[in-house]
């Protein structure tokens, strides 16, 4: 099929602060005006950690430490006769906070730190199962080390 997008790979970043997750609610397309964490498309280069951490502070203005990978999404977007507009795929990451206050921009018009248990209601696709399985490794991070 001539002109059919390709799949963009693209990264984002449960960042956990006191217990709660930095999201940024969309100031461009895709996915204008909904909550979601930060993140955007992997380089040429870069490895999935490198660009998430890169991704939130360009986004966000926050520096953070990956923790590991707690999932994966496909974004598919159609336009309005049903043809295949747009298609991501987005590693996502548990990731520590460890400086900087979050800040808006270009692409986050909106952001705030969350209880995990209760997120805004317009949020991206499959993000509650994303945060729900970061939480659990930035939980499992921060507990001592078996003895």
């Known amino acids: 099929m001539p002109n059919m997008p390709r799949p963009v790979l693209a990264t984002s970043a449960a960042v956990f602060r006191d217990g709660k997750v930095l999201l940024a609610r969309r100031g461009r397309p895709p996915s204008l005006g909904l909550w979601t964490l930060p993140g955007g498309r992997v380089e040429p280069g870069e490895t999935l950690a490198e660009a998430a951490a890169r991704e939130v502070m360009e986004e966000v203005g926050v520096t953070c430490a990956i923790v590991g990978v707690a999932g994966a999404l496909d974004i598919i977007q159609h336009d309005r006769e049903g043809v295949l507009a747009a298609h991501f795929v987005v590693v996502s990451h548990a990731a520590r906070w460890v400086g900087g206050e979050p800040r808006i921009g270009p692409e986050a018009a909106e952001v705030g730190w969350f209880d995990p248990e209760a997120l805004p209601q317009e949020t991206t696709e499959g993000l509650t199962g994303i945060i729900e399985a970061a939480c659990l ?8 080390e078996a003895q």
């Open 137 to 144: 490794l930035a939980r499992a991070d921060d507990a001592p």
